[in-house]
């Protein structure tokens, strides 16, 4: 069955508070971030909500970073205790992820005439983190990302958190205008 949030009834009065609840919320990072010789994800300073206990939301972003090959970029998310979901990080490949011939010839964080691989794998948002590989300081690459997010009897932060897969003494920076939406739907 759908599900809808909302609820209205009929002859329910319509408050501002009510209707706010109804429009998605956005965060929008309007400064860069660099992250030099760090693996531990922290919650990124621009994107980060507050949500509701009992609530069902949905999330998708577009996330612009870069940085050294040997390091690439680590996300993941910050929830409130007893919340669930699952979430994809769609972006290049990082390490051994897909083959470009038929002689089955891995392709390490690298480009071809094909274009990158890609990871698309689902992952548990309580405990998982997605690694996406960077090509090097000044080669811009993005994540596109999904997240269900169901929120138990505590409410609290929903934030993206990030660092480096393996520490490195260059930067990794997430970039201004990556940008998150959040939509209650339940």
């Not at 501002?16 to 030099?36: E, G, I, N, V």
């Not at 002689?103 to 690298?110: A, E, I, K, S």
Request: glycine residues 10%; hydrophobic residues 35%.
């Amino acid at each position: 069955m759908a599900e809808q949030y909302p609820t209205l009834a009929a002859g329910q009065r319509i408050t501002a508070s009510l209707l706010r609840s109804m429009q998605p919320q956005f965060a929008r990072k309007t400064a860069d971030t660099a992250r030099p010789a760090v693996t531990t994800q922290t919650d990124d300073p621009h994107l980060t909500f507050t949500v509701e206990a009992n609530g069902v939301y949905d999330c998708t972003g577009w996330l612009k970073y870069d940085g050294p090959t040997a390091a690439d970029f680590q996300f993941s998310w910050t929830i409130p205790a007893g919340s669930d979901g699952e979430f994809y990080g769609w972006g290049a490949g990082h390490s051994p992820v897909i083959t470009f011939t038929n002689t089955g010839v891995v392709q390490l964080d690298t480009s071809s005439s094909r274009g990158y691989p890609i990871r698309v794998e689902s992952l548990d948002i309580t405990s998982a983190s997605r690694n996406v590989g960077c090509l090097g300081v000044g080669t811009v690459l993005t994540v596109q990302t999904r997240a269900l997010l169901r929120v138990g009897a505590t409410g609290g932060t929903f934030a993206l958190k990030w660092g480096q897969a393996t520490s490195d003494a260059s930067a990794t920076t997430l970039y201004t205008d990556s940008m998150l939406r959040l939509d209650r739907i339940a």
